[in-house]
């Protein structure tokens, strides 16, 4: 049971899994039943980029809009008649919160009639099987996961199967989500679902789709991995057009999206989690005219995408010329600027950029640049204590970082020499060796222990071979020795720190606490 949690965790982003925290301390709080469901938990099982995350509450979700919020999300779009709202929580993570509820088609092209219900309820008026699994997050049945339609088979036999046979002509937007998803995960539609889709096509059902599931289909279409090739199923299938009447392949910027996607993927292995849907959006629809991508936009629910699409060339405009400016004069400060600037800024203008000088500067905070950082005399540092614990170790290494970028530090001994003066106090030495008879002991101790398996004759010789292995040490042992060597400060600690062609001393360090107390005594009165 605990399993599906488990692969829960492992699949999910962090910021995700963040996200999923706060949606369930938010249900719980307010009494909630919760469950993750839809695509996040298809999309959990089957290994596939988990896009957003689709929860199912027993209750009304609109009422957790403020404790979300005092949670960090923000709410981007609210649809009151199936009470579902959408949210994005930090690091991009979007989530949408929907009602159980069932769902009655009275008049084809009519919205259903909905009401409130459980979530075994709610699972059936799902699409197909493969989206019908919801997985428990509550208290008492945490990782119980619902799969009435056996979707896991279903993923397994990579298939989509509709739940019932009126499946298409109840809500034909259907037929374009099996296309997406066919497209997108390249798995077959079931025989029985090929052949209702097929009939339904050939009745045109799709001519009576909601305006509503216009707006999140071509939303949807935003967050696609590879929007191309979803796009060019769409046009095959006779999908696109509904979508727009003038939507076409040849309305897309191809050779746009494919770069904005290449980058977004090196952004993404550097770490970012940059949202690339505005400018899928801005590149699938480039060819269009204002007032087209205009009613485009009016249709989609997500109010904060469509915001975003319609500022991105402004602002990528902002951003590039403050990249030309005083403020980006050096490497240094280009850095800087594009540090701070949005993921998605920089990501579109790295696609979109016009004067060459910005566009070598993308490429360099993406590429070049990044490679300085290898610079960092690391091993030299560690040697100076300089390291990231050091609570000024971060800003230490920037500044380096800096410096390196701007060609101020040329070597690695200028940079060494910068950072010395940074080096904190060496720790205080190690414990003195004993003297006497504990120390002789302790030195005779591993040949006793040959001895013991040797005899004493080949004890001898094997005492001589203990001693001259020990210098050998691995090359890990060696830096402590070279830190310590940097201790002129105090001289009577060196006095007492073994002389390294004495390696039988070595087995002396490990003094008891008494006898270390008897040796400092001494020395302070001295
Ligand atoms: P994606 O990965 O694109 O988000 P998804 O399956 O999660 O895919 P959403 O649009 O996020 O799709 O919807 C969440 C869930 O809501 C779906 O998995 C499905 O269970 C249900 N759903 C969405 N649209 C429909 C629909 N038209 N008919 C029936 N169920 C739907
Ligand atoms: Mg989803």
Redesign the pocket.
Known sequence: MADYIYTMEIRLTPDQLKAVGVVQDVARAAGMNLYL????I??IISGFT???L?FTVQGNPLKLQKDLEKGGAKITAVEEDIRTIFLTLPGNARA?I?MART?RFEKTGKPPIVTPATIHED?R????TV??MALSLNEGSRGLLLDPFNGVADIETKVIRILHNY?FLE?P??LI?AT??AA?FHWQLEERTQARYDAAKEGKYIDHILRS?IG?EIA?LA??DDPLHVVKMLEKEGWLEILHERWTVAKVDTNGISQLMKTRQQMVDMGYTPDAGPAVMYFLTSHFSDKDVSDIQKLIPRKDLVEAWRDIEDHAKQLAKRLMGKEAATPSRTWQLLSSARPEMVLFLAVTAKQQSVEQKIKNYLTKWRQVQQKLPLPEMTELLITSQLPEYPKLAHEVFMLLLDGKLRSRTETLKFLKPFAPPPPPPPPAPRRGRAAKAAAEAPATAVATKLGPKAAKKAKGSVAAATPAAPPAAAAPAKVQARAPEKPKSAKAAPKPSKPVAKSAKKPAPKSSSKQTKPKKKR
């Open positions: 469901t839809g695509g996040a298809r999309d988990i896009r957003d689709d949408e929907s769902e699972l008026r799902r699409d197909f989206n019908a499946s809500d937007s259907r989500r997406r998803f997108r599931s999140h949807a967050h696609e």
